[in-house]
């Protein structure tokens, strides 16, 4: 580890938390063994710090890709572990089985009861911004499964406070995108399109500014289903385009499922300027029969 880099007495002494190595050295140590130490700040109080890093990352992945059985899996696994006994790192567990009851089971009702008395169980001198954003967007979905839009409104405001200014943070990527995804389709249910198409518009932006592409079919298809109920049907088409090409692209036959659901999606792909071999690719893929369809 020492290398040329300083002396093995000084790594010892880093170690017993007798030296502060400067960033320049932090730099060269992440270099040498391929971890960004600097992303591990603030897990520096764990009792594994890289191990609490890397199951956090997996958590993200599941969550994005909708992979609930590796999510409940990895889960269980960690309830016994010392670091995620003790919040900020309890709450992750916590955030996991909500996210499994709400968006995988549909259990809105339970997921509101949870996540109030979660928020006022919760010391927010140790919770961090970022869970108790996603609390909040949690709690926006349980509310727009059950149509109080309102209520909806108020709490992804609330998220939207607590994370406003922290979007160049990494970490606060995919609680944003969430965030975003939730707002467009409240201003969908709403019926106030244009606001759906503009929040649509930035939140594409932001994703590939950063290169966030995992939930890109999401904000194209809300885009889409604004512009068609604007009745601008060569922007919706163009939109449902893109959809379907990353669709097809990243295999996503659980979102595939859930636009087949949506009658604008229909009317759309049915349109007479969509791509009829598109189509037929995205019908044959995922098995769907569109000559039943209306």
């Given at each position: 580890m020492a290398d040329k880099y300083c002396s093995t007495k000084y790594i010892y002494l880093i170690e017993k938390g007798e030296r502060t190595p400067s960033s320049n050295l932090l730099r060269k140590f992440s270099n040498k063994l391929g971890i960004d130490f600097f992303e591990l700040y603030e897990y520096l109080e764990c009792k594994d710090p890289m191990a609490v890093f890397s199951h956090i990352k997996s958590f993200d992945k599941y969550k994005r890709r909708y992979d609930y059985k590796n999510l409940e899996d990895l889960t269980n696994q960690l309830r016994t572990e010392p670091d995620f006994l003790v919040y900020p790192w309890k709450c992750e567990l916590?955030?996991?089985?909500?996210?499994?009851l709400i968006v995988g089971q549909r259990k809105a009702e339970q997921g509101i009861e949870r996540i109030l008395v979660l928020l006022k169980e919760c010391d927010l001198d140790v919770c961090c911004d970022k869970h108790i954003a996603e609390l909040y967007c949690l709690l926006g979905g349980c509310y727009l499964l059950i149509g109080k839009t309102e209520e909806c409104f108020r709490v992804l405001d609330a998220a939207g406070v607590l994370i406003h200014n922290k979007t160049n943070m990494s970490q606060f990527h995919q609680v944003y995108i969430l965030m975003k995804l939730e707002l467009i389709y409240y201003y969908l249910l709403t019926k106030e399109y244009h606001d759906a198409v503009q929040e649509g518009l930035?939140?594409?932006?932001?994703?590939?500014?950063?290169?966030l592409f995992e939930r890109i079919h999401c904000t194209l298809f809300m885009v889409m289903a604004g512009y068609a109920r604007l009745g601008q049907d060569v922007k919706a088409v163009d939109f449902c385009k893109q959809a379907l090409w990353t669709v097809l692209a990243h295999h996503k036959e659980f979102e595939a499922r859930r636009?087949?659901?949506?009658?604008?999606?229909?009317?759309?792909l049915h349109h007479s300027l969509m791509d009829e071999g598109l189509v037929?690719?995205?019908?044959?893929?995922?098995?769907?029969?569109?000559?039943?369809l209306p």
């Amino acid at each position: 580890m020492a290398d040329k880099y300083c002396s093995t007495k000084y790594i010892y002494l880093i170690e017993k938390g007798e030296r502060t190595p400067s960033s320049n050295l932090l730099r060269k140590f992440s270099n040498k063994l391929g971890i960004d130490f600097f992303e591990l700040y603030e897990y520096l109080e764990c009792k594994d710090p890289m191990a609490v890093f890397s199951h956090i990352k997996s958590f993200d992945k599941y969550k994005r890709r909708y992979d609930y059985k590796n999510l409940e899996d990895l889960t269980n696994q960690l309830r016994t572990e010392p670091d995620f006994l003790v919040y900020p790192w309890k709450c992750e567990l916590e955030i996991n089985d909500l996210t499994r009851l709400i968006v995988g089971q549909r259990k809105a009702e339970q997921g509101i009861e949870r996540i109030l008395v979660l928020l006022k169980e919760c010391d927010l001198d140790v919770c961090c911004d970022k869970h108790i954003a996603e609390l909040y967007c949690l709690l926006g979905g349980c509310y727009l499964l059950i149509g109080k839009t309102e209520e909806c409104f108020r709490v992804l405001d609330a998220a939207g406070v607590l994370i406003h200014n922290k979007t160049n943070m990494s970490q606060f990527h995919q609680v944003y995108i969430l965030m975003k995804l939730e707002l467009i389709y409240y201003y969908l249910l709403t019926k106030e399109y244009h606001d759906a198409v503009q929040e649509g518009l930035v939140l594409l932006g932001f994703q590939r500014d950063n290169n966030l592409f995992e939930r890109i079919h999401c904000t194209l298809f809300m885009v889409m289903a604004g512009y068609a109920r604007l009745g601008q049907d060569v922007k919706a088409v163009d939109f449902c385009k893109q959809a379907l090409w990353t669709v097809l692209a990243h295999h996503k036959e659980f979102e595939a499922r859930r636009f087949m659901c949506y009658e604008v999606f229909l009317k759309i792909l049915h349109h007479s300027l969509m791509d009829e071999g598109l189509v037929r690719e995205f019908a044959d893929r995922f098995q769907f029969d569109i000559s039943e369809l209306p």
